[in-house]
């Protein structure tokens, strides 16, 4: 299994630029999320799924955008990049077979800068 | 609303000293808890989980932590630190989706 895979790992943008940020997973996970970390604020939540077809909203959801039409795919979209957008983003999944959440696995984070 | 906070954002430690971090949360319902750890230019790693049963759960590297229902908290604990321990420490609480806090930085002086 390659686990869960984000690409690119680098990314610099100019102001106004847009980007999709890939994630995939191969582990059958109904649960995606995405994170962005920066220095202080830990990790927040942006986006996350419970499943195709289903997406909600998390801590600080403006100005990105998500769409899950796989199991498997879970792309972030930066409609007008900005430098407050400047972060690592993180990638991560898990099951919640029976209702139940195991721990989740965390791809290798994209590096953005927006200039 | 469901949060989680880590009210130290660094810990200081002397190497064979039983270390602790803590973490609260605020949640409406029956919490899942976890606490993951990151390395320096790292991903984030999983530590241990709290879903049911007892309320002290171990977990990798020798840590553990205490659930405590009535204070709202679940304290990262290891019995003597070592240097290696050195990373930073998020704490999450899952109720409807997964969120982290701050994180709470440790050192673990030789």
């Known amino acids: 299994n390659a686990g869960v895979t984000q690409t690119p790992k680098f990314q610099v943008l100019k102001t106004g630029q847009s980007m999709t940020l890939q994630c995939a997973q191969d582990m059958n996970h109904e649960y995606m999320s995405w994170y962005r970390q920066d220095p202080g604020m830990g990790l927040r939540l942006i986006h996350y799924s419970v499943g195709a077809g289903i997406t909600d909203q998390g801590e600080v959801p403006n100005g990105y955008n998500v769409s899950r039409s796989t199991t498997e795919d879970f792309p972030l979209r930066l409609l007008s990049a900005a430098p407050s957008q400047t972060s690592v983003y993180f990638c991560?999944?898990?099951?919640?077979?029976?209702?139940?959440?195991?721990?989740?696995?965390f791809g290798p984070g994209t590096r953005l800068t927006v200039t | 609303a469901q949060s989680v906070a880590q009210p130290e954002d660094q810990v200081n430690v002397a190497e064979g000293n039983p270390l602790t971090v803590k973490c609260t949360y605020s949640?409406?319902?029956?919490?899942?808890l976890f606490w993951y750890v990151q390395y320096p230019n790292r991903g984030l790693q999983f530590l241990l989980k709290y879903i049911t049963g007892d309320n002290l759960v171990k977990g990798s590297y020798g840590f553990e932590a205490e659930f405590n229902k009535s204070q709202t908290s679940f304290h990262l604990k290891k019995p003597s630190a070592l240097v290696s321990d050195s990373a930073l420490y998020f704490c999450a609480v899952r109720y409807d989706k997964i969120i982290f806090g701050k994180g709470t930085r440790l050192h673990i002086l030789p």
């Open positions: 991560a999944s898990t099951f919640l077979s029976s209702g139940l959440t195991h721990e989740q696995y």
């Open positions: 949640v409406s319902g029956n919490p899942y």
